[in-house]
């Protein structure tokens, strides 16, 4: 982002969580109407009735949390490296999915446990860069001037708009929390407060690590990282007492299981979607099949983890060959989530201005009419850009909804032989 956009690459979180709040509020008001499992292809089924339709969010759904989970798994391999720097990259992240489909496997309380462990242990890690910036603040060594350089080549705009892209990647947590909607307590009472008040908080925090991260490390620098993670510069800096290598090592860890908790999100998502699928004949019944102890959903389990890793394999070949352009696997994974994404968060906002007034009664939040087309067209707009900017961010979504369609095609074509036998 900091290549993007320059110092001032705080703005585009800034301006990348304001999108994404917007398309919260739809999030908002539909689960107050519908607060059940399923996330946007109940709310774009509802709305448009159409089976192809909700059939492609899904897949589409699916295809961004595959994606998601392959660009999580690469920067883990990176900040690894940081620490231990013998195991091939490709290695270490293909291991790191397949143990975290085994803790999915083990147990989806044991996977929440994890969850809420490693999210403490996360947010340790953004206060740690917080800190050291407050510290170098404190010091009289920072230069406030330079939150707002725009050093990029090119319009200031469209920097800002790059980053914004780039920063949408971490604002993507609304269908996790509408699928457990109907597992809260009053859904229609506290689900708003919680989503966007939890949208807010993150935005306050982004930003802060970002405001941090530009004060401390020379924006040069904290470009060049020849390969290293970005915020290993800041933890680099000599601002706090503390040995280097003793530093780097604690936040490489940190930083590992901050990824490490929102991978696990992410395979838990993929093997539920690919087992309500099954539940509803939409793809092959096998993916519904369940472990006879652990009551895991085993084979979506084993499927979920054979793709990302193929997706992992596929991309370090493609870098390997010049052919993925200079931004490496990691960009590449999450431009294609991102343009996933922002294609079904457009679908459900339009979702929630179609439903105005239906299914409504007097506990339903109803968003503002102005914002959520705000947000449609901020949506939009940065689909676009991505589109731009990497066109082989397509290809790859391709190659993932035609898994999907393949899969669709199986259990046609099974599904027929099935009830012909019968």
Avoid at 32 to 44: H, N, R, W
Avoid at 223 to 251: E, I, N, R
Avoid at 368 to 388: D, E, H, I, M, S
Wanted: with cysteine; charged share 10%; net charge negative.
């Amino acid at each position: 982002m900091a290549a993007a956009v320059g110092g001032a690459f705080w703005l585009a979180f800034m301006a990348g969580v304001t999108v994404a709040t917007l398309t919260g509020l739809a999030y908002a008001e539909l689960v107050t109407k519908y607060p059940q499992a399923a996330g946007a292809a109940l709310y774009v089924g509802k709305a448009f009735r159409s089976p192809a339709f909700t059939f492609l969010v899904t897949i589409s759904m699916l295809s961004a949390t595959f994606a998601a989970a392959g660009s999580l798994a690469t920067g883990f391999s990176t900040y690894f490296a940081a620490v231990w720097d013998a195991p091939p990259a490709l290695l270490v992240s293909v291991v790191f999915v397949c143990l975290l489909a085994l803790v999915n496997f083990i147990g989806i309380t044991e996977s929440v446990a994890a969850n809420l462990v490693m999210t403490v242990v996360e947010v340790s890690g953004l206060v740690i860069i917080v800190v050291i910036g407050v510290a170098h603040v404190a010091s009289g060594e920072a230069d406030a001037g330079v939150l707002t350089s725009f050093e990029a080549d090119g319009n200031p705009v469209w920097a800002l708009v790059a980053g914004v892209a780039l920063a949408f990647f971490a604002m993507t947590g609304f269908e996790n929390a509408a699928n457990v909607a109907e597992e809260t307590v009053d859904p229609r009472r506290t689900f708003p407060r919680a989503l966007v008040g939890g949208m807010v908080g993150a935005g306050i925090v982004y930003v802060l690590v970002a405001v941090s991260a530009a004060l401390v490390v020379p924006f040069d620098r904290l470009v060049a990282t020849d390969g290293d993670p970005a915020l290993l510069q800041v933890v680099q800096a000599d601002v706090v007492p503390v040995p280097d290598g003793t530093m780097v090592t604690l936040f490489s860890i940190i930083a590992m299981v901050a990824i490490t908790n929102t991978t696990l999100v992410a395979i838990v998502t993929q093997s539920r979607i690919l087992f309500g699928m099954a539940r509803e004949d939409v793809v092959p019944g096998v993916f519904a099949r369940v472990h006879a102890t652990r009551r895991s959903p085993w084979v979506a389990l084993v499927f979920a983890a054979v793709v990302v890793v193929a997706l992992l394999c596929v991309g370090t070949l493609v870098d390997r060959a010049g052919w993925g352009g200079s931004d490496g696997l990691v960009t590449t994974l999450a431009n294609v989530t991102v343009v996933l994404l922002l294609f079904i968060y457009g679908l459900v906002i339009v979702s929630a201005l179609r439903l105005r007034g239906t299914d409504e009664g007097p506990g339903t939040f109803r968003a503002p009419t102005a914002l959520l087309v705000l947000g449609l067209a901020g949506n939009a707009a940065l689909l676009v850009y991505v589109v731009v900017d990497d066109w082989t961010s397509l290809v790859w979504c391709a190659g993932l909804l035609g898994l999907g369609v393949l899969l669709y095609l199986c259990e046609r074509v099974l599904g027929r032989r099935r009830d012909g036998g019968a």
